[in-house]
């Protein structure tokens, strides 16, 4: 094999182990269930944003050489801050963090010790959590190293044994409107969002390897994403499809963390649910003490010292224990208006870096328009109803299945496009 390829599929494997975090495995074989006999459109559906977009949010970064900051510079600098910070509490203590809580306390607690309760397992993980933020340790690290690997191999096993032997009957279950609402879903994941936080951590690897030039940089990202999109593709495929197995047999009202307990024992036995809680439980921990520092160290920053690093850890983690609380379901539906906001936004800026419009006047009205029809949009979700507003978002095309952003945003970029060209001539 070539060196470039060898670098290359390594960064990729790196990739993946960014992209896939075990909360993740949670959403495909729910959605899986909800659309039973039509899953393939589902994955399909599912992949583009839960791990299309994530690359394209990599592939847009290694061009302009930075990350979603630099990216979004070129709406403004109060709006690069203000989008900036909101990607990173949606990432950090507002939704993800409590969210690998939540699913720790529901995979690997609640199935072996039904009679604990939520609320001091989470605060026993948030404090482990916090002594490790506070005192960094390569034994996470080395965790973090192992426990991919084994979460892996665990849910290879689960996927083709369940495809070797079906635990039930997949059926019709009249589901609407799959292919968006499973685009929709694959926000979930949030690797979007934090691909262009952390897309800087990509670029230094490659760069460390001797890969300096842009179209080297773009090149070597570009297979590694490929590497990491068919193993993501793979996994969430194979768990989606396990779902939709159990559209006939499971209750409808069955949770997502559940569902996935309930279908690994019947994969594997209830044995399979020990190995599956401690390997979710550790490798929730790593990524909620990467999340933890990483929002810590941009608080720290964003104030210039006066709010410290341990300062916001400490913050950060009482907020997060209030959140995770509330359930793994409650801060998924907490996260859908959150989500249908941001990545639209992450969206529309990934696609013009990659055509390379970088004209501040195209940029900042395509992205103003989008960000305004998108809260507009979540505005009715959020339990505000305004009858102008729903009659006018009812009226714009593809509102009915969740892109009412999109007509818009087109109709935006154009007309600026079209004004700044007449300008200049």
Known sequence: MKKSNRDAFIIGLALFAMFFGSGNLIFPPYLGKAVGSKFVISIIGFIITGVGLPLLGILA??????????????VGKI???????????????????????????ELSISPLFPNVGIVPCIIIYFIINLAFVLKPSSIVDNIGKILTPILLLLLLTIIIKGIISPIGAIVNTNFQNVFSNSLIEGYQTMDATASVIFASIVLSSVKDKGYTKTSDIIKMTSIAGIVAVVGLGFIYGGLMYLGSQTSSILPGDISKTALVTEIVTRVLGFSGNIVLGLAVALACLTTSIGLTSSAAKYFEELSNGKLSYTANSIIISIWSILTATMGVDKIVVLSVPIL????????????????????????????YTTLVISILDNISPLGIHIKFIE????????????????????????ISYLYVKTKKA
């Open 61 to 74: 970064c290694a061009k302009i050489n930075g990350t979603f900051k630099e990216m979004s510079l070129r």
């Open 79 to 105: 709006f690069s801050l203000i989008a900036t910070t909101g990607i990173i509490l949606a990432i950090g203590p507002l939704l993800a963090i409590p969210r690998t809580a939540a699913t720790t306390y």
């Open 340 to 367: 249908k906001i941001l990545y639209p936004i992450v969206m529309v800026l990934v696609i013009l870096t990659l055509f390379g419009i970088d004209n501040h006047k195209i940029v900042a009205s395509t992205v």
């Open 391 to 414: 009659d006018f978002i009812a009226l714009i095309p593809l509102s009915k299945i969740g892109f009412v952003w999109v007509a818009p945003s087109i109709i935006a970029f154009i």
